[in-house]
């Protein structure tokens, strides 16, 4: 897997000089700071002092503009504005002996991570293996993008793959049930960071014959699924849960109102670029509190409840539908990119303002109860 963070320190500073080095760059020992190439003017006399309102910082590697640009890494910025210096970045990555770029999925080990052992992990680049064809059928059926789920794994379930003790015996735990292979027969979707790390992951069930059709990897904190890839400068979409989001451009998924509002806590984006964020919570009638409070913070919402599954091979035609992958099969009036994707325009066209949003939620199901 492709870690930026293996691209040697000199080769990130040699490239953030000649990227913004036109941007009047001044460096110290923490950080590059620079005229933005964006929201910036350069002085037009040698006599006016240039305002350098973005920076770089070097322990990060994030690039962010304290006028215009919330945080994202420089790799964006170069991929984006410099692609030229991004390449040869890539290339450096990989280009130790000239060796070809690695593509297969490994897993990192990454400190406070589930460890999975030898052999228990399968990437789903390894089609041959009959755990992966089963877990592919699941993500095709769903018409989840082969991008996508090229980069998930599936948890082989088997016996070898128990703790054991130094004697060899099974290690139990307080219910005198064994431990370790917890997420066997499990999709495993991880969290991706920008760097290609990852500890957080969902486990989805492949039997559909558990009780938790989704776990979560239990022994790390939440987080937010794709957040190190969300843009905050256009409009962005939060979701609960991360099947659905892979379906919409520039998402997240936050795993339910609880989880949400902590992650808005913890970035200061959210608020501040409210006015880009729109919410598409699943709408059941127990998601219409949730909802209320959402726009109650500010954001948007995309509303969807009237849709219905219009596929008549669908055993729930005809009834509302669920969820955006429940959308994206079996109604036919969710317009599609053909990429794969749920047309952003549509869904603004169905998105409502925060006021109006509680507006109509009101009128549909009446003011809020007090509490
Ligand atoms: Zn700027």
Same mark, same amino acid.
């Given at each position: &897997? ?13 490239? %953030? ?53 919330? &945080?994202?890494?420089? @790799? ?15 290339? &450096? ?5 000239? *060796? *070809? ?13 589930y ?16 755990? %992966? ?20 794994? %599936?948890c082989?379930?088997?016996?070898? =793959?128990?703790? !054991? ?13 064994? *431990?370790?292979n917890e997420y066997g027969?499990r999709?495993i979707?991880? #969290? ?11 486990a ?11 776990r ?21 979409? &939060? ?9 919409? !451009?520039?998402?997240? +998924? ?28 699943? +709408?059941?009638?127990?998601?219409? /509190? ?15 409840? !009237? ?8 055993? /729930? ?23 794969? #994707?749920? /047309?952003?325009? =549509?869904? @603004? ?23």
């Amino acid at each position: &897997m492709v870690d930026f963070r293996d691209i040697p320190n000199a080769d990130m500073e040699a490239a %953030v000089h000649e990227a913004f080095d036109q941007y009047s760059l001044v460096e110290d020992y923490n950080s590059f700071n620079f005229v933005c190439p964006y929201c910036g003017q350069m002085p037009n006399s040698e006599f006016k002092k240039p305002e350098r309102k973005a920076y770089v910082y070097k322990d990060t590697w994030n690039f962010v503009c304290y006028k215009c640009k919330p &945080m994202h890494n420089v @790799m964006w910025e170069f991929k984006e504005s410099h692609p030229e210096i991004f390449r040869r970045l890539m290339f &450096m990555m990989y280009g130790k002996g000239g *060796t *070809t770029p690695q593509k297969r999925y490994e897993r990192k080990y990454v400190e406070g991570a589930y460890q999975f052992k030898d052999g228990e992990l399968v990437s789903l680049e390894e089609e041959n293996d009959p755990d %992966v064809q089963t877990a592919i059928a699941f993500c095709q059926k769903r018409h989840i993008r082969e991008k996508v789920y090229k980069s998930w794994f %599936v948890c082989k379930r088997d016996k070898r =793959f128990l703790d !054991k003790n130094p004697d060899g015996t099974l290690k139990l735990n307080a219910y005198g049930l064994p *431990t370790g292979n917890e997420y066997g027969n499990r999709l495993i979707i991880p #969290y991706y960071r920008f760097g290609g790390s990852w500890i957080q992951f969902d486990a989805r069930d492949l039997s559909d014959k558990s009780k938790m059709r989704y776990r979560n990897y239990a022994g790390a904190k939440r987080e937010l699924y794709n957040g190190d890839f969300i843009h905050f400068n256009k409009p962005f979409f &939060m979701l609960e849960g991360a099947i659905d989001s892979t379906f919409i !451009k520039n998402s997240v +998924a936050v795993g339910g109102l609880k989880h949400f509002k902590s992650f808005v806590e913890a970035d200061p984006n959210f608020l501040e670029y409210k006015e880009n964020g729109v919410i598409i919570f699943d +709408a059941d009638e127990a998601g219409i /509190d949730d909802l209320r409070t959402v726009m109650n913070m500010g954001f948007k919402w995309f509303d969807w409840s !009237k849709f219905r599954n219009d596929n008549p091979q669908s055993p /729930d035609f005809g009834g509302k539908v669920k969820d955006i992958n429940e959308a994206v099969l079996n109604c036919s009036e969710f317009k599609m990119t053909p990429d794969g #994707y749920v /047309d952003p325009e =549509f869904i @603004m066209a169905h998105t409502y303002s925060a006021e109006a949003g509680i507006m109509l939620l009101n009128m549909k199901y009446g003011a809020p109860k007090k509490r």
